[in-house]
C-alpha cells in the first residue's frame, strides 16, 4: 500500500513543481529524489518496518513477489530518469509534467503486482495507459508522434473493451470479481467446464496480449514505438512492458486451470506467433528504432514462457527477464537517441570515432541476444528452464533457441556497422558523463551475467 500511496502523493508534487519551479535541473533531481523516497516506501513494506494499514477488502493482496517487483520497476525508472533526464527536459520547458506521469504510471503499475480483483486490475491498467497514450504524444509539433498517439488511445480502448467484456462474463459465471481457484473434480483432475467462465477468461486473455504486444495484437507496437519521442519509447518498451507481464501472471497463475486443454493450445499459439514476427519481421527492417520495436514483441513471447505453470524458477526468470531486458533496452534507445538518424548506416565506423560508446552499445545487443556473460543469457536460460519444469515439451525449447538464433542476426547487424562498415557515424554529440551512465549499466549488464543470484536471492527474504 506505501508504494501505491507514495507514488500518487509525488504524482501530484511534481504537478506543482512544473508551476513554481522552473529550473529543469531541479526538476529532475526533485524526480529522482522521489524515486529513492517511492523505493525506500516500498523497501519498507516489504520488510514491514513502517505500512500504511488501509482495509482494501481484500481487493489487493501484497506479497514478496509483488513487492520486490514493484522495487526492481521503481529502481529501472530511477536508471532510466537518472540516464534520460536532459532529453525528457528537451521536449518541454516543463518536465516535471513528464515526471508527474511516471509517477502515476508507477501507481498503476503498483496495483498491477498486487491486485486480487479484476477490478482492480481494470483500474491498474486504466492508470498506466493513460499517462502513456499522453507520452506517446509528446512531441506536439511531429505528425507521427500524434499519429501514434492516436493510433495508440484508439486500439488501447478497444483493447480495455475487450477487458472488460472478459471480466462481465466472468462475473457472470462466478458471482465474484476475486480471483479464486476453480473446482476442480476429483475423479478427472480438471476443471468443471463453464462455457461463460471459459469466454470471459479468452477475451481476457485477448486483452491481456495487446496490453503486452504479444501476437496475433501486436500491430499497434511498430507504428506506437516508432512515431513515439524516443526517449519515452524506451520507458513503454520495458518497464511498463515488464508490468503487464507481470499483471498478466497475477491473473493466468491460478485461472490457466479452468481453461484446461485449451490453455495450453492457446499459449502456444500466442507464444510461437510472438516469436515468429517479431524475429522474422525484424530481419528485414531498415530502421533500428523499428527493429528494436519488432524486437519487443520477440523478447515478450520469452517473458510468456513465464506463464506455463506455477513454479519458483518461472518467477525468478521473469524479474531476471525484465530487469536485463530492461536495462539493455534502455541503454541502446539511449545511445539511438544521440544518432542524428534511425538507421543502420547510422552506426557506421562507430568503434573508430567512439571506442566506448561501440563497446557499451555492443554490450547492450549482447544482452538483448542472450549471449553469455551478459545479463540477457541466464534471463532467457531461466525462461527456458521454467518451460522445461512446467512439462511444455522440448520440441518448443529447441524453436524458442532457434529464434533466439535469428534475433543475434539483426542485433549484430549494428555492430557489423560499427566495427567493420567504413564510413562516418551519424552520432551527435555526446558528452562524456553520458558515455560513462551507459558504462555503469553494461557493467551492470556483465555482473548479472555472472552472478544473477544476486538480483534474485532477495526474492526470498
Request: aromatic share 16%.
Amino acid at each position: 500500500m506505501n508504494a501505491i500511496i507514495v507514488s500518487t502523493l509525488l504524482g501530484v508534487i511534481m504537478m506543482f513543481c512544473s508551476w513554481g519551479i522552473k529550473n529543469v535541473q531541479a526538476q529532475k533531481n526533485i524526480a529522482l529524489v522521489g524515486l529513492l523516497i517511492l523505493i525506500f516506501a516500498n523497501l519498507a513494506h516489504a520488510n514491514a518496518w513502517y505500512v500504511f494499514e488501509y482495509d482494501t477488502k481484500g481487493m489487493l493482496r501484497f506479497n514478496s513477489f509483488g513487492l520486490y517487483a514493484n522495487t526492481l520497476l521503481f529502481s529501472l525508472t530511477f536508471i532510466y530518469v537518472w540516464l534520460n533526464g536532459e532529453e525528457i527536459s528537451k521536449l518541454s520547458k516543463t518536465p516535471a509534467d513528464f515526471y508527474s506521469l511516471f509517477f502515476f504510471i508507477l501507481c498503476g503499475i503498483s496495483i498491477l503486482t498486487s491486485f486480487d480483483n479484476l477490478l482492480m486490475l481494470f483500474i491498474g491498467i486504466e492508470i498506466l495507459s493513460i499517462p502513456l497514450y499522453i507520452l506517446t504524444g509528446a512531441d506536439k509539433k511531429n505528425m507521427f508522434s500524434n499519429e501514434a498517439a492516436l493510433k495508440y488511445f484508439l486500439m488501447g480502448s478497444f483493447s480495455t473493451g475487450i477487458l472488460l467484456l472478459g471480466i462481465t462474463l466472468i462475473y457472470g459465471a462466478t458471482g465474484s470479481f476475486h480471483l479464486t481457484d476453480p473446482v476442480i473434480d476429483k475423479l478427472t483432475g480438471m476443471a468443471h467446464e463453464q462455457m461463460l467462465l471459459s469466454a470471459g477468461l479468452i477475451l481476457l486473455f485477448a486483452a491481456m496480449n495487446f496490453k503486452v504486444s504479444a501476437a496475433p495484437f501486436h500491430f499497434w507496437t511498430p507504428d506506437v514505438y516508432d512515431g513515439a519521442p524516443t526517449v519515452f519509447t524506451s520507458f513503454m518498451a520495458t518497464i511498463a512492458k515488464a508490468a503487464g507481464i507481470i499483471a498478466f501472471i497475477n491473473v493466468f497463475g491460478s485461472q490457466y486451470k479452468a481453461l484446461a486443454f485449451s490453455w495450453t493450445l492457446l499459449l502456444t499459439f500466442v507464444i510461437i506467433a510472438t516469436l515468429l514476427v517479431g524475429n522474422i519481421i525484424a530481419v528485414f527492417q531498415r530502421s533500428v528504432k523499428r527493429m528494436l520495436a519488432y524486437s519487443s514483441i520477440a523478447q515478450a513471447g520469452f517473458m510468456l514462457f513465464a506463464l506455463y505453470g506455477k513454479s519458483e524458477i518461472a518467477k525468478e526468470g521473469v524479474l531476471l527477464y525484465a530487469v536485463v531486458y530492461s536495462l539493455a533496452t534502455i541503454g541502446i534507445f539511449a545511445v539511438l537517441i544521440k544518432m542524428k538518424e534511425n538507421s543502420f548506416d547510422a552506426f557506421n565506423g562507430l568503434s573508430k570515432t567512439n571506442p566506448l560508446l561501440a563497446f557499451v552499445t555492443t554490450i547492450f545487443l549482447f544482452s538483448l541476444a542472450g549471449i553469455p556473460l551478459t545479463g540477457g543469457f541466464f534471463a532467457k536460460y531461466y525462461m527456458l528452464s521454467a518451460l522445461l519444469k512446467a512439462g511444455a515439451g522440448l520440441w518448443l525449447v529447441i524453436l524458442a533457441v532457434v529464434f533466439a538464433a535469428i534475433s543475434i542476426y539483426y542485433y549484430f547487424k549494428i555492430i557489423q556497422a560499427m566495427y567493420f562498415t567504413t564510413g562516418e557515424s551519424a552520432l551527435g554529440v555526446v558528452p562524456k558523463y553520458y558515455t560513462n551512465k551507459l558504462l555503469i549499466i553494461a557493467i551492470l549488464l556483465l555482473v548479472l551475467g555472472v552472478f544473477p543470484n544476486l538480483l534474485l536471492n532477495y526474492l526470498y527474504f
